[in-house]
């Protein structure tokens, strides 16, 4: 079977080379690893057979902590747990307009520190972190060492937030064979490559709303070639932005102007969890600081439609960089873990 072909803006085709390789998904709220074995992809689990790692660090006295163990310390420390740090990576200090827990540190105009119980820590050096444990999680699983990784990113991302993901990977050991599209790698994870009706060229929109970057990306498959006719986005905007759109609901609810740090985090877990239940439940309920709110079905789409007007917005204007029309698209794939929230 010939191997699927890739065109994407401004890159060309590396000479192949036999490694061992590694893909890694580095999202906002979790990532895995995976490599291909007998020429089928699998995904590399832990020691405790647990696919996905919940892409959170945290840094305590002499100990640090990662993934579902560093989970319970968002409410319990929330200074010093780092969750999606995908979000700072690239960005200036004057870039983050949304509440955190954390003290940065750093000038306005240059991608902040975050200052932990271990000392100062970049979203490079977390992110490095993170990919670390996957690196080893690969290597115990090969028994082999990893000679190089593909490492997913948002389309959208821009060369200074390519270059951290770019300088996190070094830091953790990993040497960067490609950085590939998030888009284009969902749509051969989709199989649309293998689609029966390959004679004629087909066009694709790959909507993809994750933790906490949003993409769309138009793809013309044509000859055994995807190609990317136009892309846009969004890298502040996800599932993290629908949490904090329910916390805002929920103050409003209680009559609260402003929340610590400490009650902010407890809201954050609560209006994620909430999330993920409507996924397949018609309400929920939210206990927060000694009250109980009911959020049902319609408010919770009601409460997140700001959020996707603007990914509609972003999907208008693409699809008009593209030149085409809506009758011009053959299929739709939803990707990321918010799409759950209203498809």
Known sequence: MALLQI???GQSNAPHQHRIAIGIDLGTTHSLVATVLSGKPK??????NRRLLPSIVHYGDNTTHYGEEAKPFIIAD????IVSVKRFMGRSKADIKFQHPYELVGSENEMPAFETRAG????????????KQLKDRAEDSLQNPVNGAVITVP???DEAQRQATRDAAQLAGLNVLRLLNEPTAAAVAYGLDQESNLATDRNYVIYDLGGGTFDVSILRFSQGVFEVLATGGHTALGGDDLDR??????KKQLNIDVLSDEDYAVFIVAARQAKEQLST???VELKLLEATLTLDRPTFESIIQVALDKTI????RVLRDAKLELTDIQNVVLVGGSTRSYA
């Open 78 to 81: 929330p200074k010093n747990t």
């Open 155 to 157: 389309a959208y991302f």
């Open 245 to 250: 759109l329910i916390v805002k609901w929920a």
């Open 43 to 48: 995904v590399l689990n832990d020691v405790q």
């Open 313 to 316: 917005s972003v999907c208008k």
């Open 281 to 283: 439940q018609d309400s």
């Open 7 to 9: 065109a994407e803006p």
């Open 120 to 131: 100062r820590k970049t979203p490079v050096e977390i992110s490095a972190e993170i990919l």
